[in-house]
């Protein structure tokens, strides 16, 4: 390593650990922070996707690629990563225990946001979101990498999953049948939550029932998030959820269809807000299939019939 | 004077597609999006388009004449663009996939599924190229130089996707759904991938060059020209010039794009269509989890495949305007009927083997794929028995 380079990594450490990753939440790094912060050699960064190809096609330099389908969720069970195979992966991709991991992706953030949240369950610390993903870095036309990138294995361990981050399907009865003082928000269209439809256009209809969970709010997840596909300002979505009566005072239990979109709006809640939130990935695919459950459905679809 | 200008028409015909096709090129990439995707499809799909036409890259009429004369300089064209794309494909997939044993496929790569409806469809399609005089690549720039049986064979072939997704569930559940997929750098790494197909290619080389008979016509492509359009438009360039120039684009679209297909935007219209006759089943099990020349309902009117193909036909006008060899004609009744009939036979096969000689035989092959192999094995035999038959018709 030459003296320059030398002085100018300690430059970019110094940079990254003086200047504000985000103006408004430390959960959250500006793309301009990101690019001042590749060579860094504390900050690892991850794509999660939901397109294949997407990250293969050109990735943020020096990222990996992780994939929901297989890497984020357990193959066999329906659940989340399994914590052996989730710490290996960690591992794999160079995450170690004093690791800043940024998080980023395709859709708005929302599979990065499923990866936040398993982060979490997992204990690992200094996780972030790159506001904005995929969309803005390409809107702002920072360079991109096409080679994947093989890291240093990392030597993080994870702690054992905290279950106060995930609701189960119990949790969400409990709340419907007002067992629980548990605020529910819906983050999905107004249409899949009204019963209109049973899943967003062009994604297939899982449920045998639509509507939604009794007494949940509706606050659709595309609310919280600017043109550019970054989060508004705290002060907004705070105000935003406050209009729709969640303002932190109860637990909240987010959820949508799989689980994924309602990672986003947890993230907001607990990460942004601070709330006390729970992201139920059984979601209306759990929930809308489930004998016996109470659902609300003001539309009064009727599934299957003619 | 007039006659003078008569004969200078083409040419800026010609030079007004380019053009116009430039234009459009800068136009889609303003596309919100999509647009640098869509303008690269554009462009490549034109590159494609007059390499095709220029080399007369047409897998059955280089493989005519082979059998015919013995005159193999076509099919080499066709081993030296796998030979190239094998290379050129590892060198991509050394980017995309760093480590390939561990069980995963690299991204969007047309590496099929393995079963007797491979063989099937292959072989089915073989044979309508036969039938039909081309496969649905060479139909594509034959439109170009003014072929009306090349638009029969391609309605054909909608007809024939048609056909193909409505026995698509039962082939699917007879023996797709479980067939292997067999990608060479699972079990060789890409080290020895590499070298076995460079091998076995230039094996296939070294044999044609054995068995090849120099036809006693002047050479193709000799360098006399003295002006720019000569040297590319006064004669075909050589074979393995034009499989060359395939391989780079191939390597290339995939880079950035896709594998390089022609069926997919066919196969959508058809599947379009039919959806919306209600004549197809409400769904078509597995087929949209396959990679190779994928089909979809159609939403918008400018995919990715369609621009690529809209560009290749637009290109290979233009480069038969600019030689000379834009000839429209008419075919006769025989000869409609063939097109057609051929066109529905390419279509079926194309469908149930995921792809034609571009999607399935080129992109597979250059890919590492067992899918690839065995569609040229089971395609040259449906050819063969194709040629043969027409063959003893004639006689």
Same mark, same amino acid.
């Given at each position: 390593m030459s003296l320059r380079t030398l002085f100018a990594a300690a430059l970019a450490a110094l940079a990254a650990a003086v200047a504000p990753a985000h103006a408004d939440s430390p959960h959250l790094v500006s793309t301009e922070w990101l690019e001042k912060n590749l060579s860094n050699p504390k900050v690892r960064v991850i794509e999660v996707s939901v397109n294949p190809g997407v990250y293969e096609r050109g990735h943020i330099p020096g990222a990996v690629n992780v994939r929901w389908h297989s890497d984020l969720v357990d193959r066999v +069970?329906?659940?989340i990563a399994k914590p052996e195979h989730f710490q290996a992966l960690?591992?794999?991709?160079?995450?170690?225990?004093?690791?800043i991991t940024v998080l980023y992706g395709d859709n708005n953030n929302w599979f990065a946001a499923w990866g936040a949240w398993v982060f979490d369950i997992y204990g690992i610390d200094n996780v972030k979101l790159l506001d904005g993903g995929r969309k803005k870095w390409e809107a702002e036309g920072r360079r991109l990498a096409a080679a994947a990138t093989v890291p240093a294995p990392g030597n993080v361990s994870i702690r054992p999953a905290n279950t106060a981050l995930r609701a189960r399907l119990a949790d969400v009865v409990a709340a419907a049948r007002k067992e629980a003082n548990v605020a529910l928000v819906d983050i999905r269209s107004a249409d899949e939550f009204n019963g209109k439809v049973f899943a967003p256009p062009g994604v297939p209809e899982l449920a045998v029932r639509a509507g939604h969970v009794p007494g949940?709010?509706?606050?659709?997840?595309?609310? *919280?998030?600017a043109e550019d596909g970054t989060f508004k300002p705290v002060a907004e979505i705070r105000k935003l959820y406050a209009d729709a009566g969640i303002d932190g005072r109860k637990p909240i239990i987010t959820y949508c269809r799989i689980g994924e979109r309602s990672s986003h709006s947890w993230f907001a809640l607990r990460k942004l807000l601070g709330y006390d939130v729970r992201n139920y990935d059984g979601s209306w695919t759990e929930y809308g299939n489930t004998v016996g459950v109470p659902i609300s459905n003001p539309a009064g679809t009727v599934w299957g019939s003619t | 004077? @007039?006659?003078?200008?008569?004969?200078?028409?083409?040419? %800026?015909? &010609?030079?007004?597609?380019?053009?116009?096709?430039? *234009? %459009?090129?800068?136009?889609?990439? +303003?596309?919100?999006?999509?647009?640098?995707?869509?303008?690269?499809?554009?462009?490549?799909?034109?590159?494609?388009?007059?390499?095709?036409?220029?080399?007369?890259?047409?897998?059955?009429?280089?493989?005519?004449d082979y059998l015919q004369v013995r005159d193999a300089r076509g099919l080499l064209g066709i081993v030296t663009a796998l030979a190239l794309g094998t290379i050129g494909y590892h060198a991509v997939f050394g980017a995309f996939l760093p480590v390939p044993q561990g069980g995963q496929l690299p991204a969007g790569a047309h590496i099929g599924p393995v079963s007797w409806v491979l063989v099937l469809g292959a072989a089915v399609f073989g044979l309508g190229m036969a039938v039909s005089g081309s496969c649905i690549s060479a139909h594509l720039y034959r439109l170009g130089e003014g072929s009306l049986a090349s638009v029969l064979a391609l309605l054909g072939a909608v007809a024939g996707f048609g056909l193909g997704f409505a026995s698509w569930n039962f082939l699917y559940l007879?023996?797709?759904q479980a067939a292997p997929v067999w990608w060479l750098p699972h079990y060789l790494g890409y080290g020895g991938s590499l070298l076995l197909q460079v091998a076995v290619l230039a094996a296939v080389a070294a044999w044609l060059l054995r068995r090849h008979r120099q036809p006693g016509t002047a050479a193709a492509g000799s360098m006399r020209s003295r002006r720019l359009s000569e040297m590319f438009f006064d004669a075909r360039w050589?074979?393995?010039a034009g499989g060359a120039l395939v391989a780079g684009i191939g390597v290339l679209a995939y880079l950035r794009v896709a594998p390089l297909g022609v069926t997919a935007e066919l196969g959508s219209l058809a599947r379009t269509l039919g959806a919306a006759q209600g004549w197809l089943p409400a769904r078509l099990e597995g087929l949209?989890?396959? %990679?190779?020349?994928?089909?979809?309902?159609? +939403?918008?009117?400018?995919?990715?495949?369609?621009?690529?193909?809209?560009?290749?036909?637009?290109?290979?006008?233009?480069?038969? *305007?600019a030689a000379g060899e834009f000839r429209p004609r008419l075919p006769s009744a025989g000869q409609a009927v063939r &097109?057609?009939?051929?066109?529905?036979?390419?279509?079926?096969? &194309? =469908?149930? &083997?995921?792809?034609? @000689?571009?999607?399935?035989?080129?992109?597979?092959?250059? %890919?590492?794929?067992?899918?690839?192999?065995?569609?040229? =094995?089971?395609?040259?035999?449906? *050819?063969?028995?194709?040629?043969? =038959?027409?063959?003893?018709?004639?006689d």
């Amino acid at each position: 390593m030459s003296l320059r380079t030398l002085f100018a990594a300690a430059l970019a450490a110094l940079a990254a650990a003086v200047a504000p990753a985000h103006a408004d939440s430390p959960h959250l790094v500006s793309t301009e922070w990101l690019e001042k912060n590749l060579s860094n050699p504390k900050v690892r960064v991850i794509e999660v996707s939901v397109n294949p190809g997407v990250y293969e096609r050109g990735h943020i330099p020096g990222a990996v690629n992780v994939r929901w389908h297989s890497d984020l969720v357990d193959r066999v +069970e329906r659940d989340i990563a399994k914590p052996e195979h989730f710490q290996a992966l960690l591992r794999q991709s160079g995450v170690s225990q004093d690791s800043i991991t940024v998080l980023y992706g395709d859709n708005n953030n929302w599979f990065a946001a499923w990866g936040a949240w398993v982060f979490d369950i997992y204990g690992i610390d200094n996780v972030k979101l790159l506001d904005g993903g995929r969309k803005k870095w390409e809107a702002e036309g920072r360079r991109l990498a096409a080679a994947a990138t093989v890291p240093a294995p990392g030597n993080v361990s994870i702690r054992p999953a905290n279950t106060a981050l995930r609701a189960r399907l119990a949790d969400v009865v409990a709340a419907a049948r007002k067992e629980a003082n548990v605020a529910l928000v819906d983050i999905r269209s107004a249409d899949e939550f009204n019963g209109k439809v049973f899943a967003p256009p062009g994604v297939p209809e899982l449920a045998v029932r639509a509507g939604h969970v009794p007494g949940a709010v509706n606050v659709t997840w595309s609310r *919280l998030v600017a043109e550019d596909g970054t989060f508004k300002p705290v002060a907004e979505i705070r105000k935003l959820y406050a209009d729709a009566g969640i303002d932190g005072r109860k637990p909240i239990i987010t959820y949508c269809r799989i689980g994924e979109r309602s990672s986003h709006s947890w993230f907001a809640l607990r990460k942004l807000l601070g709330y006390d939130v729970r992201n139920y990935d059984g979601s209306w695919t759990e929930y809308g299939n489930t004998v016996g459950v109470p659902i609300s459905n003001p539309a009064g679809t009727v599934w299957g019939s003619t | 004077m @007039t006659v003078a200008l008569r004969a200078r028409l083409p040419g %800026a015909a &010609a030079v007004l597609i380019g053009a116009a096709l430039a *234009l %459009a090129g800068f136009s889609l990439s +303003e596309v919100p999006g999509d647009g640098r995707i869509l303008a690269f499809s554009l462009a490549s799909g034109a590159l494609f388009g007059l390499v095709l036409q220029r080399s007369r890259f047409c897998f059955y009429c280089v493989t005519r004449d082979y059998l015919q004369v013995r005159d193999a300089r076509g099919l080499l064209g066709i081993v030296t663009a796998l030979a190239l794309g094998t290379i050129g494909y590892h060198a991509v997939f050394g980017a995309f996939l760093p480590v390939p044993q561990g069980g995963q496929l690299p991204a969007g790569a047309h590496i099929g599924p393995v079963s007797w409806v491979l063989v099937l469809g292959a072989a089915v399609f073989g044979l309508g190229m036969a039938v039909s005089g081309s496969c649905i690549s060479a139909h594509l720039y034959r439109l170009g130089e003014g072929s009306l049986a090349s638009v029969l064979a391609l309605l054909g072939a909608v007809a024939g996707f048609g056909l193909g997704f409505a026995s698509w569930n039962f082939l699917y559940l007879q023996a797709i759904q479980a067939a292997p997929v067999w990608w060479l750098p699972h079990y060789l790494g890409y080290g020895g991938s590499l070298l076995l197909q460079v091998a076995v290619l230039a094996a296939v080389a070294a044999w044609l060059l054995r068995r090849h008979r120099q036809p006693g016509t002047a050479a193709a492509g000799s360098m006399r020209s003295r002006r720019l359009s000569e040297m590319f438009f006064d004669a075909r360039w050589p074979g393995f010039a034009g499989g060359a120039l395939v391989a780079g684009i191939g390597v290339l679209a995939y880079l950035r794009v896709a594998p390089l297909g022609v069926t997919a935007e066919l196969g959508s219209l058809a599947r379009t269509l039919g959806a919306a006759q209600g004549w197809l089943p409400a769904r078509l099990e597995g087929l949209d989890t396959f %990679a190779g020349c994928a089909t979809a309902v159609k +939403e918008t009117l400018l995919s990715r495949n369609g621009v690529f193909v809209g560009g290749l036909v637009l290109a290979s006008l233009a480069s038969a *305007l600019a030689a000379g060899e834009f000839r429209p004609r008419l075919p006769s009744a025989g000869q409609a009927v063939r &097109a057609v009939l051929g066109g529905v036979l390419m279509g079926w096969g &194309a =469908l149930v &083997a995921l792809g034609c @000689t571009v999607g399935t035989l080129l992109s597979g092959i250059m %890919a590492a794929a067992g899918s690839g192999w065995v569609f040229a =094995l089971a395609c040259g035999g449906g *050819l063969w028995v194709g040629w043969r =038959l027409l063959a003893s018709r004639a006689d």
